[in-house]
C-alpha cells in the first residue's frame, strides 16, 4: 500500500504565489511518472502538470510560464510552485503516482487533495 499526502494549499490573493508538496509513502521500489491535477467546483478534473522519474515535464496551456512541477526522486516528493496566481486557479489539487511495487506490480495512487483559493 502507498500513501500520498499533499500539503501547502490554502489562500492567497490573485497574482500570489503558493507551493504544493506531495508525499509518497509505503511499499514503494521506484516512482514512475508524477502528475498534478486540479478539480474546480462544477468542472471536470483536469490534468495540470506532470513529470517523468527523468524529468520531463508536461504543462496544462493554462498554466504554462507560471506553473512549475519538480520532484526529488530520493524523498519520493513532487512538488508545484505556482506563481501569478489567477482566481481561475482555485481548486482542489490531487497528486498522483504510478508506483512499482516491491513485487513489481505497477499501480496508481491518488492524494486526498489539498485546496487551493485565489481571492480577486
Known amino acids: 500500500q502507498v500513501h500520498l499526502v499533499e500539503s501547502g494549499g490554502g489562500l492567497v490573493q490573485a497574482g500570489g504565489s503558493l507551493g504544493l508538496s506531495c508525499a509518497a509513502s509505503?511499499?514503494?521500489?521506484?516512482?514512475?511518472?508524477m502528475v498534478w491535477y486540479r478539480q474546480a467546483p462544477g468542472k471536470q478534473r483536469e490534468l495540470v502538470a506532470s513529470?517523468?522519474?527523468?524529468?520531463?515535464?508536461n504543462y496544462a496551456d493554462s498554466v504554462k510560464g507560471r506553473f512549475t512541477i519538480s520532484r526529488d526522486n530520493a524523498r519520493n516528493m513532487i512538488y508545484l510552485q505556482m506563481n501569478t496566481l489567477k482566481p481561475e486557479d482555485t481548486a482542489v489539487y490531487y497528486c498522483?503516482?504510478?508506483?512499482?511495487?516491491?513485487?513489481?506490480?505497477?499501480?496508481?495512487?491518488w492524494g486526498q487533495g489539498t485546496q487551493v483559493t485565489v481571492s480577486s
Open positions: 509505503g511499499s514503494i521500489l521506484s516512482i514512475n511518472d
Open positions: 498522483t503516482a504510478d508506483v512499482t511495487e516491491p513485487n513489481y506490480r505497477f499501480q496508481g495512487y
Open positions: 513529470i517523468t522519474r527523468r524529468g520531463i515535464t
